[in-house]
């Protein structure tokens, strides 16, 4: 990765476009991603899996289907970082994404500015 980032900075300091490394860089990105999802979709999945829902939102159906992540996933480290998971049903789930205060207010989503709580 550092060897990647030092590739970049000298093209930026040339100012040589990195055509074929972008390329590489995306297919780099997504092997990633990929290899991130198979290890969260079955550590998820014994996360969640016999538990109830926590969020417990109205309309909630009770049984956990699913992991929310109390600081969301924009990143890899923040998709298999277990310590902001909390088992949820798909209905609280998409709830407190449309009701971000609620879930806010309740401990579900956590700012990413501030540290753990
Ligand atoms: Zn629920």
């Not at 093209?11 to 990195?18: A, I, N, R, V, Y």
């Not at 014994?46 to 996933?73: D, S």
Request: glycine content about 6%.
């Amino acid at each position: 990765m550092s060897d990647y980032l030092n590739y970049r900075q000298q093209l930026k300091l040339s100012g040589k476009q990195p055509k074929e490394k972008k390329r590489v860089k995306i297919q780099q990105y997504s092997k990633k991603r990929q290899r991130a999802n198979r290890e969260y979709f079955p550590k998820s999945r014994l996360f969640w899996e016999g538990k109830q829902c926590v969020i417990r939102a109205p309309g909630c159906t009770g049984a956990a289907q699913c992991v929310n992540h109390r600081k969301g996933k924009s990143s890899i480290d923040l998709l298999l970082d277990e310590r902001y998971w909390e088992p949820a049903c798909f209905h609280c789930n998409n709830y407190i994404e449309d009701h971000h205060q609620w879930g806010a207010d309740r401990g579900h989503k956590l700012s990413r500015n501030k540290k753990e709580q």
